[in-house]
């Protein structure tokens, strides 16, 4: 089984409507993190949690927010959603050792269309 | 502020033939540095890493070298596979933060049989 699962693998929405894409892992790891990739950009980082009290913004967080039900848990909720939000999502856990070299465990990614 | 820049692709080869994949980076001090590793219809993986000057990360044939004079952590492989078709990030994390990993643009691959 996947260490870090997400849903919905993929979704096409309308603008204006709110939508939530789920994270879920089994690592154990304290943190997470929802990235964004659109094409020529690389990763974008929107949000990061330490823990399921801490919330941080992260470069492109406007238009964005997040939920940690648990340490397992990590949601992204677009509320009205736009067409410039079509892109790929990453949900991804690392551990928290405080150390810099610490390996980032990515989910399959859900791909979201805006029309 | 820190960034990454990669060598733009799509990087087309033949099986067997030699990779390079530039990478360099702009950074406050000593980041540690990777190179993350993208199949399709997957996520990404960590292919390998390096934490200080001149320490050399290696994975499944792929190596890198952290150089601090030229800001650089290049990808080369001896011999690709067709296997090895995906994308590679170059990505670093700053000296500064222990809570934000930099990523390039990525770099497409294919290898051809």
């Known amino acids: 089984d996947a260490d870090v699962t997400q849903t919905p693998r993929n979704r096409i929405t309308k603008t204006g409507k709110r939508i939530m894409l789920e994270c879920s892992q089994t690592?154990?790891?304290?943190?997470m993190y929802w990235y964004r990739q659109d094409p020529g950009l690389g990763l974008r980082l929107i949000y990061y949690s330490f823990d399921v009290k801490d919330i941080n913004k992260g470069e492109i967080s406007d238009g964005y927010s997040v939920s940690r039900q648990a340490q397992a848990k990590f949601s992204l909720s677009l509320e009205s959603a736009i067409p410039n939000q079509t892109a790929l999502y990453f949900c991804?856990?690392?551990?928290?050792?405080?150390?810099?070299?610490?390996?980032?465990?990515f989910g399959p990614g859900t791909r979201l269309t805006v029309l | 502020g820190d960034s990454v820049t990669q060598m733009e692709g799509p990087v087309t080869l033949s099986e067997e033939a030699c990779l390079t994949i530039?990478?360099?980076?702009?950074?406050?001090?000593?980041?540690?540095l990777f190179w993350y590793v993208q199949y399709p219809g997957e996520g990404l993986q960590l292919l390998l890493k390096?934490?200080?000057?001149?320490d050399k990360g290696s994975n499944k044939g792929f190596e890198a070298t952290y150089r601090k004079e030229t800001t650089s952590f290049h990808l080369e492989k001896g011999s690709v596979q067709v296997s090895d078709s995906a994308v590679y990030f170059c990505?670093?994390?700053?000296?500064?933060?222990?809570?934000?990993?930099?990523f390039g643009p990525g770099t497409s691959l294919s290898v051809i049989p």
């Open positions: 530039n990478c360099t980076y702009t950074a406050t001090g000593y980041p540690s």
């Open positions: 390096a934490t200080k000057a001149d």
């Open positions: 991804a856990t690392s551990e928290n050792s405080g150390r810099r070299t610490d390996t980032q465990y």
């Open positions: 990505a670093l994390s700053p000296k500064t933060s222990y809570d934000k990993v930099i």
């Open positions: 690592k154990g790891h304290d943190r």
